[in-house]
């Protein structure tokens, strides 16, 4: 969605994330954030679903955070008023996202070195894990909020941001 076109309501316009839990980010880890932030605030749909909706209208605010072992969505009016929070498991996440940090590792190390073709048989693989954790998402979230594919791979994204550990 271009900028100065009407957007809809259900929506996120702003996404912060925990940085207290964060250890540190690197570069590479950081640009990553910021980009997800970036796109995700540009195009999304965050459409809050019954029973949770709660008759809550958007456009929202999204702060994400870790708290034992779970992913914690906590949900803004536009101005910073608080709606609600909801928590997801992210024991079913726990394999795409080991090995997205080792495809991403991978990933970076060969755009130092490696050639063209290479580079991009891992941004194949990289990609493809991304559009798994991206479908997953969406299934363990459609009972709180209905998300399309392009908002649940920026989400993950930030998901994985917040599991880097120094």
Not at 15 to 43: P, Y
Not at 71 to 83: A, C, Q, R, T, W
């Amino acid at each position: 969605m271009s900028r100065g076109r009407h957007k809809p309501p259900q929506r996120l316009v702003a996404v912060t994330l925990d940085e207290a839990s964060i250890v540190r980010w690197s570069a590479d880890v950081e640009h990553e954030r910021r980009v997800a932030i970036f796109d995700l605030l540009e195009e999304n749909s965050f459409a809050p679903t019954a029973p949770f909706a709660g008759g809550y209208r958007g456009p929202f605010r999204l702060h994400l955070r870790i708290e034992d072992g779970r992913l914690v969505f906590e949900l803004s009016d536009e101005s910073g008023g608080y709606l609600d929070s909801f928590r997801l498991a992210l024991t079913p996440f726990r394999r795409v996202i080991k090995e997205y940090f080792l495809v991403c590792d991978s990933y970076y190390r060969a755009i130092k070195s490696a050639s063209p073709q290479q580079i991009e048989a891992i941004d194949m693989g990289r990609r493809g894990l991304h559009d798994e954790a991206a479908r997953l998402l969406r299934e363990r979230l459609k009972a709180k909020v209905e998300i399309d594919e392009n908002t649940a791979r920026r989400l993950f994204t930030l998901i994985c941001v917040l599991h880097i550990r120094g």
